[in-house]
């Protein structure tokens, strides 16, 4: 694929030109000094700076909320779909996140494709800003997923000392390029070198977190892990579900009807498998009724060779948001170490 | 792009109760042309709208030859179930499916069949017990046990003394707790496996019901012989989408509503390994 370079002085312009043809999501600073990809309506507002965005790119492709159906209940029952559909740029995001899509895609795309999701994630492009140095809670090295990538992304950017280096990744990637050519350039070999030696740097820059994620994936595969080791994670873990809320691949979804007039909505929620609720029958029938259950059918999914067969990889991308967002100590970072240790 | 997710609409039938707190109901879509689409095959099973209530999923009930509408049967229970209870011939609800895999039919020929059914669990096992019985040329005998808690429990009475009276049929009731009029055995249904005579050996087993009465028969039939995937059951669980994309009915390394709900008693053991 190819490789271009955008001067420092152009970016800017590249990404007024982005705001023009589309919505553009990127880093966004808020007062907190924290950042969250939200939509920007101004080159000024990316963060390029930043390290970590607090919530994946989850939300923009599933909602938290979202109404799937309409229906009128009147004389004669009407049911419609309702759809969302714009063209969405997502600008200077990171690689662990852009790959936690393509977990997603393989979850909501195949044989059936869930049409919500689709209809969203065919008009979005993913131009990714490669990380130069992790963060304190990140092991992206470990999930495969950062912080550089070889392929997933529509673009790849990297800020060299004189500007970006634009990798394309894709079709869509590609034609992005063309259209914007007069701003762009070659890249020339000792740009790409330059990439490569700060890649290699930024592999350096990862901290005390990690995840054991071959020897999780070989126990669970084989369930092999001891029943104390679920038991002890859940003495720690207190369901509280952030961890599924803020996991790039999480995607679990339940549905619930709401009255509104003379008709109503159908509404899909996220939902956590870590929830007592979650599996349980109206006959009030559990089959996940002790939190351990719970708990080892979770990194089951996540980690396990028939998922990841299932999903074209295993579903930890090392954002370490659940290192973050646990209270405890049960995120997945924790909980490969358990699993490792027997 | 079709929406897996918008339901077709179906007009409520009839209503027939089974029993104090269970009841079939016979759907017919109101577009003609979605029955052709629809046809489904005995095992499979379907979404059900209750506009404002939810949706839940069903098993069909109904024989899959010869009919334009099909049944459900329904025990009330939760809050879908309690909302179509108190619908009435006429109504509409939203319908999705067929959905998930079915029995094997053509891959059992030449084989004594025996149905094993405990309580509601007889309702999945009826579309399965209607075609071997028509095609009842193809296989070397039928028996159909079927147990429930109370002669108040037996669902589909009517067809039950039916099915007794049936030549080419052996159809044997029991409940666990007899009462005043009932003249019958009693005992769990597990008690009428010594009523088999046939060489298990070319036999294949359908077991439905609730998940006690499933792990206690099908001890027995494994005791009896049975081959592991000669011993074929069918699943519930919490189906939301029925698609394989909410997740809420994965077992395992396996989505119930996908990759089910019929499985053989050798992939349910792989399941319970990986998730017990």
Redesign the interface.
């Known amino acids: 694929m190819n490789a271009y370079f955008l001067p420092r002085d152009r970016v800017d312009e590249l990404v007024g030109r982005l705001l023009r043809a589309a919505e553009v999501i990127a880093p966004k600073r808020v007062e907190t000094g924290d950042v969250f990809y939200s939509p920007v309506s101004s080159p000024g507002e990316v963060a390029w700076d930043y390290k970590t965005a607090v919530e994946p790119l989850k939300r923009f492709l599933l909602p938290q909320q979202e109404t799937?159906?309409r229906?009128s209940?009147g004389e004669?029952?009407r049911?419609e779909?309702v759809?969302e559909e714009k063209d969405r740029i997502f600008l200077a995001v990171r690689n662990c996140d852009v790959t936690g899509v393509n977990v997603l895609d393989a979850?909501?795309g195949?044989e059936?494709?869930?049409?919500?999701y689709?209809a969203r994630r065919r008009r979005a492009t993913f131009i990714s800003l490669a990380c130069l140095e992790a963060d304190e809670q990140c092991f992206c090295v470990c999930g495969d997923a950062g912080p550089f990538l070889k392929n997933g992304y529509d673009q790849q950017w990297t800020p060299l000392a004189e500007g970006m280096l634009i990798e394309v990744g894709s079709d869509k990637g590609q034609a992005l390029a063309d259209a914007h050519q007069d701003l762009l350039s070659p890249a020339e070999p000792d740009q790409v070198a330059e990439k490569l030696q700060l890649a290699k740097r930024a592999e350096e820059t990862f901290g005390e977190f990690r995840s054991y994620i071959a020897a999780a994936m070989r126990r669970l595969t084989l369930?092999e892990t001891p029943d104390e080791v679920w038991e002890r994670l859940a003495d720690h873990c207190v369901e509280c579900g952030g961890c599924t809320f803020l996991c790039p691949t999480c995607?679990?979804?339940?549905?619930?009807?709401r009255?509104e007039g003379d008709?109503?909505v159908?509404e899909?929620h996220w939902?956590a498998?870590l929830y007592n609720c979650?599996?349980?029958?109206?006959?009030g029938?559990n089959?996940r009724a002790e939190h351990s259950?719970r708990l080892?059918?979770r990194f089951?999914?996540k980690l396990?060779h028939?998922?990841a067969q299932?999903n074209g990889r295993h579903a930890c991308v090392g954002c370490g948001r659940c290192v973050v967002g646990c209270q405890a100590w049960a995120h997945m970072s924790a909980a490969t170490e358990a699993i490792r240790r027997g | 792009?079709?929406?897996?997710?918008?339901?077709d609409?179906a007009t409520i039938q009839r209503v027939k109760p089974e029993t104090y707190d269970t009841t079939s109901f016979t759907l017919k879509f109101d577009d003609p042309g979605v029955w052709e689409r629809f046809r489904f095959r005995p095992g499979q099973f379907v979404e059900i709208?209750v506009?404002?209530?939810?949706?839940?999923p069903f098993c069909i009930s109904s024989s899959a030859h010869g009919r334009e509408d099909f049944d459900i049967t329904v025990r009330r229970?939760?809050?879908?179930?309690q909302a179509l209870h108190a619908m009435g011939e006429g109504a509409?609800v939203?319908v999705r499916g067929p959905l998930g895999n079915s029995f094997p039919l053509d891959e059992v020929a030449g084989k004594h069949v025996l149905f094993v059914g405990g309580g509601l669990g007889l309702a999945p096992l009826r579309p399965q017990i209607l075609e071997v019985y028509r095609q009842r040329d193809k296989f070397q005998s039928i028996t159909v046990l079927y147990g429930a808690r109370t002669p108040d429990d037996l669902i589909y009475r009517d067809e039950l003394e039916q099915w007794q009276n049936l030549e080419g049929m052996r159809c044997l009731l029991t409940v666990d707790v007899g009462g005043d009029g009932w003249t019958g055995n009693v005992g769990v249904v597990g008690s009428l496996l010594s009523e088999v005579k046939f060489d298990v050996g070319q036999a294949v087993v359908f077991v439905c019901g609730p998940?006690i009465m499933i792990r206690f028969v099908v001890r027995d039939l494994v005791a009896m012989g049975f081959g592991e995937d000669d011993i074929i059951s069918t699943l519930?669980?919490?189906m939301?989408?029925g698609?394989?994309?909410?997740?809420?009915?994965?077992?395992?390394?396996k989505y119930i509503c996908l990759d089910g709900p019929v499985f053989t008693y050798r992939q349910m053991k792989a399941m319970m390994?990986?998730?017990p």
């Open positions: 799937v159906l229906f209940t004669k029952l049911v779909p759809l979850m909501f195949g059936i494709e869930d049409p919500y689709m369930a995607s679990c979804f339940t549905v619930t009807d009255l008709g109503g159908r899909r939902d498998c979650y599996a349980r029958e109206a006959s029938h089959p259950q080892r059918a089951f999914h396990s028939q998922w299932r | 792009m079709s929406n897996p997710y918008l339901p609409i709208s506009f404002g209530a939810g949706e839940a229970l939760g809050r879908v179930t509409q939203g998940p519930e669980r919490h939301r989408c698609i394989g994309k909410c997740n809420h009915c994965i077992h395992g390394d390994e990986l998730e």
